[in-house]
């Protein structure tokens, strides 16, 4: 079983440490791609709100979002979502990651956090 993000440390995690821990937590290819739709797809009910000028599909975004990844969490990974230790530091690693997903970048970061990214 993946090690949970949210272990106890003896302090605060820097976000340098607290990154390679989010991309354990999210070792399965299917948690990711569940994650980065929902990305997305959160991403896509913004833009569209502002567009349409109907906030409730702004309202819908992070339903969706975290619908999306906390049902992967549950559902595929078996561990707790980073969203319940450090809510900023998941969001914005949760982007971070959508990201390097997207634009075939993020072999790397899975290879230096311990991770097969090939699988």
């Known amino acids: 079983m993946p090690e949970p993000i949210t272990e106890t440390l003896s302090r605060e995690p820097t976000y340098a440490e607290f990154w390679p821990r989010y991309l354990?937590?999210?070792?399965?290819?299917?948690?990711?791609?569940?994650?980065?739709a929902g990305t997305a797809t959160a991403v896509a009910l913004v833009a569209t709100s502002i567009f349409r000028r109907d906030?409730?599909?702004?309202?819908?975004?992070p339903l969706v979002g975290y619908g999306?990844?906390?049902?992967?969490?549950?559902?595929?990974?078996?561990?707790?979502?980073?969203?319940?230790?450090?809510?900023v530091w998941a969001l914005l690693s949760d982007a971070r990651m959508a990201a390097l997903m997207l634009t075939g970048r993020l072999g790397p970061h899975l290879e230096k956090a311990g991770l097969d990214p090939h699988r």
């Open 24 to 36: 354990r937590a999210h070792a399965r290819p299917a948690t990711r791609a569940v994650h980065c």
């Open 55 to 61: 906030w409730r599909l702004a309202a819908m975004a």
């Open 68 to 87: 999306a990844a906390w049902g992967a969490h549950f559902g595929l990974e078996g561990n707790k979502p980073a969203t319940f230790g450090h809510p």
